[in-house]
């Protein structure tokens, strides 16, 4: 019995949740299937009365920005997931394995910079940047997401706890550091690479104040500029059919990423938890 | 190995090189403009001392936007570790379809800030939905603007930042209650404690490290607040200064029309002290806890 009244409340308290977080997604799908006039009307019904395909035509058909937006967001976020993996893996291989002078200096270094907050570098970042003459174009954003000092952690402790022997059979082979790291350590450490793209991409796919400051003509715009330009673009009307239209696509690549690569979503969590 | 001394170097080289420029000189930098006076337009930086942070208690704004981002971290972040850690036990428990519910407690965490903003925009407009469901159950007769009313703008920030932040957090107990010994609470069985008991007892203790990471992180993410407030109210702070965060305030000094760029960084300097302190009093207080406990 008492055991009943248990299962009951818990079965309760997960679908109650379920449905908490999915209400938003739910009603801002319906919504994009809706008339603007029937969004406004104040209609209470999540299914559209008069279901209409409108939105998503007016967004890939006649506007020929928002595709743009979105190979933007693609281009953006997989460079610098390139970057990243290269060289926070580097970095990371480098403390774990070699020995140098300054190594313990460095690497207390790069700690450190893990606890200064994005707003302090903000504004003197955006003086070097300007200084660069890099205002306006994909490189400012990429190099300043490029690097990631807790993955190049991660990556440190991972090569510490990995065995070396696999990589002293390369070295007696006669191969280089470079050939050691390249074909050996590299490809060995896949899950922790695959985990770290991951966040890397999603994380620059959904930033939104790097962007928004660096990125100032429409056409650079990345898909979460473009969202908000969207919004705005009406004056205080907001488009809510385009608007939610383009937000729901935006979401759709991170939930196919998602479903694809669901147990390093958890894996990487986890260490994000561990920092 | 031969020549490994240089190959450590090279190896590094790009990582010290972007953390250098970005970060470390950055925030020396930072420092440095929040003494002077900036002027953006001709380069020039005039040496002005401590006057950008006395300007700090004179402008009512800076008042408002640390009172903001005080009472949503006030607000948040318990609720947020409350939340995690419930769902995580629940969904530790013996159920059904945990891993179709876990797909979808993470959507929020997948969706960005600007997606997610504008669909509890959407939620909370003068039309929408919470409008139509307040309504038609009678708690309300008029629609609410909760948009643009100040005592409800910063309160559906807080909702919608609590219903995005708790799958991460939740995830996080999720993998340190997996760590947990079972044979902790087998003895406990045995002693015929019953289930609450052994949460009591057994699984509040065990997570103390992990809530204080929780807490922790949840305060720092909270007090730096940008991408929400921004959005929400394009970028003004309002209506009338309620959404206005330090984050919000360092952005519009800065980047404005104000050419307020020294002023900007010395807020920016005094955000992140904060949140230093923050992070200091909330570590003294597990460590305080655990003394009185053990």
């Known amino acids: 019995m008492k055991d009943k009244i248990l299962k009951v409340v818990l079965y309760t308290i997960v679908f109650g949740y379920a449905i908490f977080t999915l209400f938003p997604f739910v009603w801002a799908v319906a919504a994009s299937f809706k008339p603007v006039s029937e969004i406004v009307g104040g209609n209470l019904s999540i299914i559209p009365e008069n279901p209409t395909l409108d939105a998503y035509k007016s967004l890939l058909v006649e506007n020929n920005m928002f595709w743009r937006w979105l190979l933007n967001s693609f281009f953006i976020s997989g460079v610098a997931t390139v970057c990243n993996v290269l060289f926070n893996t580097m970095a990371g291989y480098s403390l774990a394995r070699i020995h140098f002078r300054g190594k313990n ?171 | 190995m031969k020549g490994d001394k240089l190959n450590g170097w090279i190896f590094i080289m790009p990582a010290v090189i972007i953390i250098g420029i970005f970060c470390i000189f950055a925030s020396v930098f930072a420092v440095y403009m929040s003494f002077n006076k900036v002027n953006m337009f001709t380069g020039t930086y005039t040496f002005v001392g401590f006057e950008n942070y006395a300007r700090l208690f004179s402008d009512p704004k800076v008042g408002i936007a640390f009172k903001n981002a005080l009472s949503f971290a006030v607000v948040v972040v318990p609720i947020q570790t409350f939340l995690a850690m419930l769902m995580a036990n629940v969904l530790n428990s013996k159920i059904k379809f945990k891993k179709g519910l876990r797909i979808v407690y993470f959507l929020p965490t997948l969706t960005s800030s600007s997606a997610l903003t504008l669909i509890f925009m959407f939620m909370f407009s003068v039309t929408g939905p919470i409008n139509g469901l307040l309504t038609s159950v009678g708690v309300i007769t008029e629609p609410i603007n909760f948009l643009n009313d100040s005592a409800f703008a910063l309160k559906v920030i807080m909702c919608m930042n609590i219903w995005s932040t708790v799958p991460v957090f939740m995830t996080i107990y999720l993998a340190a209650l997996a760590d947990i010994p079972k044979s902790v609470y087998e003895a406990a069985d045995i002693d015929g404690a019953g289930a609450i008991k052994q949460f009591f007892k057994i699984t509040i203790p065990q997570l103390r490290n992990v809530t204080s990471y929780v807490v922790l992180v949840g305060i720092i993410g909270t007090l730096q607040m940008f991408d929400q407030a921004f959005i929400f109210s394009n970028g003004s702070g309002g209506p009338e200064n309620s959404t206005l965060t330090p984050a919000l305030l360092v952005y519009n000094n800065a980047f404005g029309t104000m050419n307020t760029m020294g002023y900007a960084s010395s807020i920016a300097i005094s955000l992140s002290l904060m949140i230093f302190m923050a992070a200091m009093v909330s570590n003294k207080l597990t460590k305080a806890n655990k003394g009185v406990d053990e």
Not at chain 1, 126 to 140: K, R, S
Not at chain 1, 152 to 171: H, L
Not at chain 1, 232 to 248: E, H, R, Y
């Open chain 1, 105 to 275: 200096l460095v690497a207390n270094l790069i700690i450190a910079t893990i606890t200064i907050p994005g707003q302090v570098l903000l504004i003197p970042n955006y003086v070097i940047v300007t200084q660069m003459g890099l205002n306006n174009t994909y490189t400012a954003v990429i190099l300043l997401s490029a690097i990631n000092a807790s993955y190049i952690i991660m990556m440190r402790q991972f090569f510490i706890n990995f065995p070396r022997e696999v990589e002293e059979a390369g070295q007696i082979d006669g191969l280089s550091r470079f050939g050691i790291f390249f074909r050996l350590s590299f490809p060995i450490a896949k899950p922790a690479i695959a985990t770290q793209s991951l966040f890397i991409f999603m994380g620059v796919w959904n930033e939104f104040l790097k962007t928004k400051l660096y990125l100032s003509s429409p056409d650079k715009y990345t898909i979460t500029v473009g969202l908000q330009a969207l919004s705005q673009s009406q004056g205080d009307s907001v488009p809510w059919d385009l608007v939610m239209a383009s937000s729901v696509m935006s979401i759709v690549p991170m939930i196919i990423l998602y479903i694809i690569l669901n147990r390093y979503f958890l894996e990487g969590v986890r260490i994000g938890g561990d920092k």
